[in-house]
């Protein structure tokens, strides 16, 4: 199979794909050289900079990896969460893709927080989840981490208000 060359100018460069990181973990991902190569970054677990979430319960974190949740396109993020934390009931506009990283992730679906509907996936797992799917997930054996694939903006509703850790006062 051939592959079509892009030509070497400044407007085929600016078609290339582009995603943007935070801090030290990325910068663009893939763009043009003057030459045409193309520039692969890595971004490694330990220049991941963790940080509290508003929309989440306080222990949990969450991570940039690629490109910015809060603007249309790609993103790619990670969530941290000790054990015994649940996420209350709360769906996402955008359809996600999950792969656990670490421990063992709980997900339920429905409206209310329903153990008997958990299901348990070990590191490695990929959870395909449609947008606006009501939800839930528990840290119920260990601390785990999960990375979020999505098309942003990143979107997240509870259930019920009172749930929603940004309606909570200090």
């Known amino acids: 199979m051939s592959h079509e060359q892009a030509p070497h100018t400044s407007e085929a460069r600016e078609d290339m ?3 943007r990181g935070t801090g030290k973990a990325l910068g663009d991902i893939y763009r043009a050289s003057g030459t045409g190569e193309a520039l692969l970054k890595a971004v490694l677990a330990e220049d991941i900079d963790w940080e509290p979430f508003p929309a989440f319960p306080a222990p949990v974190r969450l991570a940039i990896v690629v490109g910015q949740p809060d603007e249309a396109g790609m993103y790619v993020i990670r969530v941290k969460v000790p054990h015994g934390v649940k996420l209350m009931p709360h769906k996402h506009p955008e359809d ?8 063992i992730f709980y997900i339920g679906l429905g409206d209310e927080f329903d153990i008997e ?7 490695g797992a990929v959870i395909v989840l449609p947008g606006n ?3 839930f997930h528990w840290a119920k054996s260990s601390d785990y981490v999960t990375q979020v694939a999505a098309i942003g903006p990143l979107g ?15």
């Open 133 to 135: 799917t009501a939800h």
């Open 117 to 123: 509907k958990l299901e348990a996936y070990p590191p």
């Open 17 to 19: 794909v582009r995603a």
């Open 96 to 103: 996600r893709v999950y792969t656990v990283i670490s421990g």
């Open 156 to 170: 997240i509703e509870y259930v019920r208000s009172n749930d929603d850790p940004r309606n909570k006062t200090p």
